[in-house]
């Protein structure tokens, strides 16, 4: 007798397992929910209809609760519509006894859709100029994402938002950029991007780490990218005609960090980039500038080696670059130091050139000055431009021994 309870007892447990598994991982199939989770999206907002093609109840033991999981669901608004692969309403399980409705979470998973169409879906709903602003902005791109709403706090409603861009092209600061693709979260007015790539001037930016942030209805948004630089895209972000002095097929490793501010109309407020490039073996042509006849070893071109170039752009498009390296005038040569330091605001633009000529021949007939190799000998130049007028501040050659300096030469267009 005992061992037949005991039998009947395991046969219920293993049915309850079985019936509890069914439950977890399939659930029944049923419409008896399907009038609340219209309910619910309608106490959003009436403008609201949902269509709804198999709902089924499933446990979700974990959260002590089960869930009303709809299938392939449609989601309406005036003329726009947005499809869902899965749609859970996480209900705790005295809902089923107790004659109350205690909904814990919403878990949406979209399928995989158009950002342009998902943007006038949010438009739809309710007016939102960053929504407008990234509708024009964005030519194409699919976006999928899964959006979670939390509502056991009845004050403080939190939603969780993580999906996935692939293949966008966006429009920012009269620039095109291609191939757009990102992972994203977002919490609490917060919005992290991971993985981000994309191509803009036929070269490819990658960033490990991007946040934006709403805070007295601006945004802040921070981030780091690295690429390959070339010719062409120097050439933009210094806003000169470097075409004559640089290799054409020349790639550079970067890195930079950059910081971006909207206002609540999603315009641009302020941004600010600073990028370090890293150079290893850079030819610069220096054909306009003769030097033959002050320095014997110079063939209209200087070698920089293992150095770097910083850089910082802002909104008002004052332009800051730092070059700090070794240098040759062929490659034969020891290296030497060499530094530049060049901003520009506005009209004006400032230099300042520091650079060990221990290295070189030199002969300046002017003041009858010689100087062999492997004699130490520094130039130093403080300059400026305005109105295309060039002005030497201050330009200083000296050794331990000597010091040649001149102060305020003035230049006019042609350097005479």
Request: positive net charge.
């Amino acid at each position: 007798m005992f061992k037949n309870i005991l039998r009947l007892l395991f046969a219920l447990i293993i049915i309850l397992i079985i019936f509890v598994s069914y439950l977890s991982f399939f659930g029944i199939k049923t419409d008896k929910f399907n009038h609340l989770i219209k309910s619910q999206i309608q106490e959003i907002d009436k403008r609201l209809d949902v269509e709804l093609n198999k709902v089924f109840i499933k446990l979700n033991l974990r959260q002590k609760s089960f869930s009303i999981n709809g299938k392939n669901v449609n989601l309406l608004i005036k003329n726009e519509s947005q499809q869902f692969a899965n749609v859970n309403v996480l209900m705790g399980l005295e809902t089923l006894f107790k004659n109350q409705k205690n909904i814990k979470k919403i878990i949406i998973n979209s399928n995989k859709t158009e950002v342009k169409k998902l943007l006038k879906f949010i438009r739809a709903y309710k007016i939102n100029i960053p929504a407008l602003y990234l509708e024009n902005s964005i030519s194409e791109g699919i976006i999928v994402y899964n959006l979670t709403l939390d509502t056991n706090n009845k004050k403080n409603k939190l939603t969780f938002i993580n999906g996935e861009i692939t293949n966008a092209k966006i429009n920012f600061l009269q620039k095109q950029f291609e191939n757009v693709n990102l992972k994203f979260e977002y919490f609490d007015k917060s919005l992290n991007i991971k993985d981000f790539n994309l191509t803009y001037d036929k070269t490819k930016f990658l960033s490990n780490d991007i946040n934006a942030n709403v805070k007295d209805n601006i945004i802040e948004i921070k981030g780091d990218f690295q690429n390959k630089i070339n010719l062409n895209l120097l050439s933009n972000l210094f806003d000169l005609d470097i075409n004559n002095y640089l290799e054409k097929n020349i790639l550079l490793s970067s890195k930079s960090k950059f910081t971006v501010l909207f206002n609540n109309k999603f315009k641009i407020k302020d941004y600010k980039l600073e990028s370090q490039i890293n150079i290893k073996d850079l030819n610069i042509e220096l054909k306009k500038i003769d030097l033959k006849k002050y320095i014997s070893d110079f063939n209209n071109k200087i070698i920089l080696k293992n150095g770097e170039l910083k850089f910082n752009l802002n909104k008002s498009k004052a332009v800051s670059v730092n070059i700090k390296s070794k240098f040759v005038f062929n490659k034969n040569q020891k290296s030497k130091d060499l530094v530049l330091k060049y901003s520009k605001n506005n009209l004006d633009e400032k230099y300042e050139f520091n650079i060990d000529l221990s290295e070189n021949d030199l002969f300046i007939d002017l003041i009858n000055f010689q100087k062999g190799i492997n004699e130490e000998l520094f130039l130093n130049i403080n300059a400026s431009k305005k109105n295309n007028e060039y002005n030497i501040n201050n330009l200083k050659l000296f050794n331990k021994k000597n010091m040649f300096e001149l102060r305020s030469i003035e230049f006019s267009k042609n350097f005479k």
